[in-house]
């Protein structure tokens, strides 16, 4: 197939990049489409690099004032798989309370995913869950998970199962507690809040 030409630069900014997408999207492997701009879409090619790394080429055509041409490629069906990082080196680093290590940010995912850390003897109050199970694995540090039947001690390599709308608290122990969370795409519906760090 004959590559297709995009002009963007009289569409408004907001549909440019979902406009791009969608096209690139439709496309078959080996088709491509030249993208015209008045700037250089460097800010496309990030977005390109964190949701679609591997799927595709990127080749300067024309790189001039208000004239910008770009050829994207696709080169596989799919976004192939890859490394999005290491779990050791992000619980490595310091943490004063609680923090998001690490979370998964493609915006067409299908799947939520965050590395959450805490301090010595920090903690997650208790909360409901929302509506979807969540899967936890304890990759570093140990403590205890709160549930209404009672507390459990969790440890790192612990692989934990938080059902939909269940009550759960974290605390960490004294080296801390770091675990990932895995469950499917959702809307943000509820915001946790760490209690402050306590003396033990």
Partial sequence: ??????????IPKPQRHPKIFSLFDSLAVG?????????????????????????????YLVREKRDYQVRISKTTATTPPRR????A?????????????WKLTSPDRHLDSNLIRLAADGEIAEHAGGEVDVLVHVVAGSGRLGTEAGDLE??????????????????????GLSYLTVHTHREPTLTIEPLARRDA
């Fill in 84 to 87: 999005l990082g290491n779990t």
């Fill in 154 to 175: 969790v440890a790192a390599g612990d692989l934990l199962w938080l059902p939909r709308r269940s009550q759960r608290a974290f605390r960490a122990g004294p080296d």
């Fill in 89 to 101: 080196e992000l619980t490595n680093a310091a943490v004063d309370d609680a923090d998001v290590a």
């Fill in 31 to 59: 088709d491509a489409v030249i993208l015209v701009n008045d700037h250089d879409p460097r800010h496309l090619h990030d977005e390109f690099e964190a949701d679609r790394a591997g799927g595709y080429s990127w080749d």
């Fill in 1 to 10: 197939m004959p590559d297709i030409t995009l002009d963007v630069r009289e």
